[in-house]
């Protein structure tokens, strides 16, 4: 084994561990507080840029301990401002992050997991295995590195986040849930957990952990079918999830945070854009409070679907309002780049 592997990621350690593990070094607890801070607070990469600590206790850190940092491997601009980019971790592995910048708002798309092992048949990510889940600290670099290019490119800073990039978040629980901890956290970079959302593709258990974990983050729920027979054709993960199952953990989860949830909807041309299919959604949506996004689909070289018409995907919106859903229709971003989920990480490792 090399030196390297040996070395502890030191940011898989929580404050009061790396107190301890200071004061058995013979430094003082308040030393361990301030490693912590440049580390969540500062997003330090290298100890050496520590410079409120001794030259000594910074050469020691450095025998002891890694920063498993993610750097950017490649990115991508679309006419439309998207900003797409591959990272690549200390493994070598690679995942995707992506920047959208709206009139209203900056958003970064961040990774849960390298792969996924969900193989929902529209998406990229889909067809490729899971190879492990990212750690807590990867997935905060990836918000810290975006939020650095949105500063860069376009003078403002991110207002919000969404893990809606390669991999099932709820399948990655612990990390995800520490993750956002860091990124909302005082001592951290602060930022609302009401700009955060997690989308999950469904997995009943999980969105039930989430109400007893009583989450003040937004919870998004990628359901692009609300009738099992087309759900499971497209979302394998469904035979096991089923839409009663689901809706029934949506309802506990929202008696235990009284948060809405919103409704992703990939609109697929003659797959699931008809009325029929609108009336189907409608009846879901009065089990919780929720919105519904209606996307336009981004289609990759892998699947046989095409988006929706225009014209279809206003008839099926508009057929949502007059129920009196909250209902929006969003826009394929950065269509001239790889922007789906997992094509440009796919095209990368090829
Ligand atoms: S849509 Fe999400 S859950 Fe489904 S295969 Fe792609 S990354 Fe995995």
């Known amino acids: 084994m090399t030196e390297q592997i040996q070395k502890k ?31 969540w607070q500062k997003a330090a990469r290298d100890f050496e840029d520590m410079s409120n600590l001794s030259k000594s206790l910074r050469g020691q850190l450095n025998t002891i301990f890694t920063i498993n940092g993610i750097q950017i491997n490649s990115t991508q601009v679309s006419a439309d401002r998207t900003i797409k980019n591959t990272f690549k971790l200390h493994d070598t592995h690679l995942i995707e992050g992506v920047l959208i910048p709206t009139t209203e708002r900056m958003t970064a798309c961040v990774s849960s997991q390298v792969g996924c092992s969900l193989t929902c048949k529209f998406c990229a990510t889909g067809y490729m295995d899971r190879k492990r889940n990212l750690n807590a600290d990867e997935i905060f670099d990836q918000v810290v590195l975006i939020n650095q290019q949105a500063i860069d490119n376009y003078q403002i800073p ?17 990390n995800v849930l520490k993750s956002i901890e860091r990124i909302t956290a005082e001592d951290g970079l602060n930022m609302a957990s009401k700009r955060i959302t997690v989308s999950t593709a469904g997995i009943a258990k999980m969105i039930k952990k989430l109400g007893d974990d009583e989450v003040k983050f937004n919870l998004a729920l990628s359901l692009h ?14 035979e096991q999830n089923s839409l009663t199952a689901l809706a029934e953990a949506l309802k506990y989860y929202f008696v235990k945070t009284k948060n809405p949830v919103t409704y992703e909807y990939i609109i697929f041309n003659d797959f699931n854009d008809n009325l029929e299919d609108a009336m189907d959604l409608a009846k879901f949506c009065k089990h919780v409070p929720c919105k519904v996004n209606i996307i336009e689909y981004n289609p990759i070289s892998f699947a046989n679907f095409l988006n929706a018409s225009v014209d279809k995907t206003e008839v099926f919106a508009n057929y949502l309002r007059k129920q009196g859903i909250n209902t929006h229709v969003r826009r394929s971003r950065g269509k001239d780049i790889d922007a789906a989920c997992g094509q440009l990480a796919v095209k990368e490792q090829q």
């Not at 991110?158 to 612990?174: A, D, H, Q, R």
């Not at 079918?225 to 394998?236: G, S």
């Open 225 to 238: 079918a609300a009738n099992d027979v087309k759900r499971n054709e497209i979302m394998p993960i469904n």
């Open 158 to 174: 991110l207002s919000n986040i969404v893990y809606m990039g390669m991999g099932e978040p709820l399948l990655n629980y612990n």
């Open 9 to 39: 990621d030191i940011r898989a350690l929580s404050l009061a561990e790396l107190k301890e593990i200071f004061v058995q070094m013979g430094e003082k607890a308040f030393r361990a507080k301030q490693v912590y801070e440049w580390l």
